[in-house]
């Protein structure tokens, strides 16, 4: 077989994931998922703004982000209190990103639950979620948007002493669903608004479900939001 000089096949590329010039606002952002989140789009070129309860940890992930050449900038907040919320995408915003991973947990069995702890799984894992994604969807009707908000295989099973934290995730996991139908067709192809809306995978609103097991360390949590 004689090869030409020319001869060669058209090798295929695949699509570039990039998200500079784009901004992202990353709740929880301080560690754990959050703080992989974080560090996935931020390799990604977007720039980034970090929130979570505890400042000093947040300094440390900042701190950390930019040491790697990173943009991200730590902002103190309570996603529970809307207000603060809403003055926060008022002073920050609009964002291009959204990725919503604070979250709790109160692990015990159903009947010995209490009020306060009832209150708030379902304030931080549900309550806060809703409004934090309906105030960053505000901003994204110009141009289009992502909002990611991070679920768990309690969003659509049950388990032993999870009956407060797997109402919380399957009220989070209904929440996105529905929104996902209802800002849908704000979008038309080719023009601007919020993206076409999948509730699970695609683009637009999604939901993300970390296995337990397959998600113990930062690096590869990082990788499943990519």
């Known amino acids: 077989m004689v090869l030409r000089s020319g001869d060669r096949n058209p090798v295929p590329v695949t699509p570039s994931f990039r998200l500079d010039g784009k901004r992202a606002l990353v709740t ?3 560690k754990g998922i959050g703080f992989a989140c974080a560090a996935a789009v931020a390799e990604a070129g977007a720039s980034l703004v970090i ?5 000093r940890q947040l300094g440390i992930a900042a701190r950390s982000l930019r040491d790697e050449g990173f943009r991200a900038r730590p902002v103190a907040l309570d996603v529970t209190d809307r207000q603060a919320v809403v003055r926060l995408l008022e002073d920050e915003g609009p964002f291009d990103i959204l990725i919503n991973s604070a979250g709790m947990a109160r692990h015990t069995p159903a009947m010995e639950a209490g009020e306060a702890d009832f ?13 934090i994604a309906c ?5 994204m009707k110009a141009n289009g948007g992502s909002i990611i908000q ?45 993206p076409d809306l999948h509730p699970d995978r695609t683009h637009g609103v999604h939901l993300c479900r ?3 097991g397959e998600m113990d360390q930062v690096q590869d ?3 499943s939001y990519r």
């Open 51 to 55: 929130v979570a309860r505890d400042s």
């Open 119 to 131: 209150d708030e799984v379902m304030g931080l894992n549900a309550r806060s979620a809703f409004f």
């Open 135 to 139: 105030e960053a969807a505000k901003g």
């Open 221 to 223: 949590q990082a990788g």
């Open 210 to 212: 970390p296995r337990k």
């Open 150 to 194: 991070v679920s768990s295989q309690m969003g659509f099973v049950g388990g032993q002493d999870r009956a407060v934290y797997s109402a919380s995730k399957h009220a989070l996991e209904g929440m996105t669903k529905s929104m996902a139908i209802e800002w849908g067709p704000l979008r038309h192809p080719g023009q601007h608004g919020l």
């Open 28 to 30: 929880g952002g301080s």
